[in-house]
């Protein structure tokens, strides 16, 4: 497995790690309610994840198995904001997503941060906090859930 920036011929295989993330593994945030999974899907649309990819102002990477196939898609901004860090059903459980947070974090470090902040999902928040985040204010609501726990991080 390897991190690299992710490029506009990785939007659709991106999104679709995306939103079968959300709706596979994302239960505890979602409790399967159509409503709540539709919003929370409304924006990982192809041409919306292409858009992401192509900002001046932050990094979205990916990481892939030998074969080039993504296995997790995460973004992190250039003031140090992990916006996302969603992985594959299928490669969950093998150090993806800890190797690709560790990328967000190195990249967000070469930009000249300190700290990473970030909106964790109730799904994620136990794997943040076995990572060095902490909790860093109450829950938020995002997208009719209560389940964003503001956290973050020392780095560098």
Not at 22 to 36: F, K, T, Y
Not at 77 to 101: C, Q
Not at 127 to 147: H, Q, T, V
């Amino acid at each position: 497995m390897k991190v690299r920036d992710a490029t506009s011929a990785d939007a659709e295989a991106a999104c679709a790690v995306l939103r079968a993330s959300i709706i596979e593994l994302c239960a505890a945030d979602h409790g399967n309610d159509p409503v709540l999974m539709e919003r929370w899907l409304a924006n990982k649309q192809p041409e919306i994840v292409a858009g992401w990819i192509a900002q001046p102002n932050g990094s979205v990477l990916v990481a892939v198995d030998d074969g080039d196939a993504i296995l997790a898609v995460g973004s992190v901004t250039d003031a140090g904001e992990i916006t996302m860090n969603y992985v594959s059903p299928h490669a969950r459980f093998r150090s993806v997503s800890r190797v690709l947070l560790a990328a967000l974090e190195s990249r967000a470090a070469e930009r000249g941060n300190t700290a990473c902040r970030l909106h964790s999902s109730e799904t994620a928040h136990r794997f943040y906090l076995a990572n060095g985040y902490i909790d860093d204010g109450e829950p938020i609501r995002k997208f009719g859930m209560n389940s964003g726990y503001p956290m973050s991080k020392r780095i560098g």
